[in-house]
């Protein structure tokens, strides 16, 4: 394991969190919101590609699918929350959440899979 990869995980699972359990108890999508998403994304991205040079390339496992499907979602989400921001429509600034709360859930299979797959071994 990469201990610099798992702290830019870690710090994606901490600004990801807050992004979007931040919107959750607000209420509406917010630019601090976006923010957050975006460090997330990087974050996860960076701390990826030091685990993928660390083990040599992708796995097609649970976690490297899992995780690839993360990281397309979130950078998906991420979008999507910049064009709701940037229309101003507020159905979709206070609707966002649902979305959000979904691509974190998705976002956690990959981030926990290591530990099940280990801990069932």
Excluded at 19 to 38: P, S, Y
Excluded at 68 to 90: G, N, P, R, Y
Aim: proline share 2%; glycine share 8%; charged share 10%.
């Amino acid at each position: 394991m990469n201990p610099l990869a798992s702290t830019f995980i870690t710090a994606a699972l901490v600004f990801y969190s807050i992004g979007v359990w931040g919107e959750r108890l607000v209420g509406r999508l917010k630019w601090w919101n976006f923010v957050f998403f975006v460090l997330g994304l990087t974050c996860d991205t960076v701390g990826t590609g030091m685990m993928l040079d660390f083990v040599g390339g992708m796995t097609f496992d649970v976690h490297g699918i899992s995780g690839l499907i993360a990281i397309l979602l979130m950078f998906v989400h991420a979008v999507w929350a910049l064009v709701v921001l940037l229309k101003q429509d507020e159905v979709a600034l206070r609707k966002f959440h649902r979305f959000s709360v979904l691509v974190w859930v998705v976002w956690l299979i990959p981030y926990f899979s290591p530990m099940f797959v280990a801990m069932a071994r």
